[in-house]
């Protein structure tokens, strides 16, 4: 049961009389609105160690800017290189288990947030750290999955957001980073979230989704590139990890940067879709993910060739069994774990390759070729052997 009273909930609760101003402070840094006004507060509030962690998952902010606002501010900044582990743990994972969230788009900050808070972790019992602070606010499913993992995690400290109870004004924090010297702050018109699976946009002008014309220049993975008109793409997968594109072979990382940028030129790959809150509420999200639309599709592909049916049918019921536990911020949990146990089986046959034809707004598989199929090559020959075989057993009986 989580001690409620390590739970940071408000700016009320970031006091030097509730937390020593010399005891060391880790905030998770994304170099955006939030979190920039999060370490504005604490310098405010008289804390003289704060340290910002800025895990670098393939995000478009770069850490040059980081630095800057780091600076600014006063705070030390550590930047970790994520990308090797979020793509062979978390996302590989994502893959195999087809972690699509109701059928609607492919999670992704559901992935990043058990990694993220593990590092913030890692951190924190490096520095001693007496908090680890985050930012997300209850419109937001973040907030469960730092503080389920960070409580998983077996973290001792005060943990939580500050948001929660103290939602903060855009326009207020606009201003207060203004007059920090963090005028640049004002340009952002919507709330993003970016590794190298995946780029998300929400809130702001995205807010309502009865109206949400989606402004086009967000999009960048997938943005019209009228001169591209065909491309052929072919994936390989190895134990259900993909491996090579067009016969290279390439680490995870480059790979899933290769094909979004390949895929992505057809317009391929966006996704929007309603997320539940922890009360049951919807936001919406909108995604551009073209290396897992293609990832996903011709994972589901090989599968198909090399597990049975019934197989696959009790697959895709675990798989949303998967989603939610990884959602609902317990990815460190034992269901999440004992459900991967199962995928992860699953995929020691997904050995294969599969061809795609790719056109403006569309594609085509070519080809599919499993290492042990049981599909069929030849339907009529296939006919014709059957029967031989059970016209010998009805003579012989």
Partial sequence: MQSHHRLIRSFRQLTTDALPAEAPVVTLFSGGLD??????????????NVHALSVDLGEDETSEQKQQIADELGV????????????????????????????THPVSSTLSRPLIARFATELAAELGAAAVLHTANRSQNTMRRLNGALELLGFDGAYGSPYDLDPVGREVKI???????????????????????????????????????????????????????????????????????????????????????RVGAFGLGRYSGLEHLAGGEKVLEIREMPAAWLLLRSYRHLESAVLSAETIREKMHLEQLWV???????????????????????????????RWRLTP???????????????????????QQSVRAELAVLAGA
Avoid at 35 to 40: E, M, Q, R
Avoid at 181 to 200: H, I, Q
Avoid at 335 to 354: H, I
Wanted: proline content about 4%.
């Fill in 361 to 383: 707004g569309g594609a085509e598989t070519r080809a599919i070729e499993a290492d042990r199929p049981v599909y069929l090559r030849d339907r009529e020959s296939w006919e």
């Fill in 35 to 48: 979190s920039s006004f999060l370490l504005l507060r604490l310098k405010n509030a008289g804390f003289r």
């Fill in 324 to 354: 939610r536990e990884a959602l609902e911020g317990r990815w460190f949990g034992e269901l999440r774990a004992a459900t991967q146990s199962f995928m992860d089986f699953c995929a020691r046959p997904v050995t294969g390759s599969v």
């Fill in 76 to 103: 030390r900044l550590h930047v970790v290189d994520g990308r090797g582990a979020f793509a062979d743990e978390f996302v590989r994972a994502a893959i195999v288990s087809q972690a699509v969230y109701l059928g």
């Fill in 175 to 261: 201003q207060e980073l203004k007059e920090a010297g963090l005028a640049r702050m004002s340009e952002r018109v919507v709330s993003g979230d970016s590794n190298l699976w995946c780029r998300e946009f929400e809130s702001g002008l995205l807010d309502d989704p009865e109206q949400h014309a989606v402004p086009e220049q967000l999009f960048r993975w997938s943005a019209r590139r009228p001169a591209v008109t065909e491309d052929g793409v072919e994936v390989r997968f190895e134990g259900g990890t993909p491996v090579a594109v067009d016969g290279t072979r390439l680490p995870l990382v480059p790979l899933i940067d290769q094909l979004n940028r």
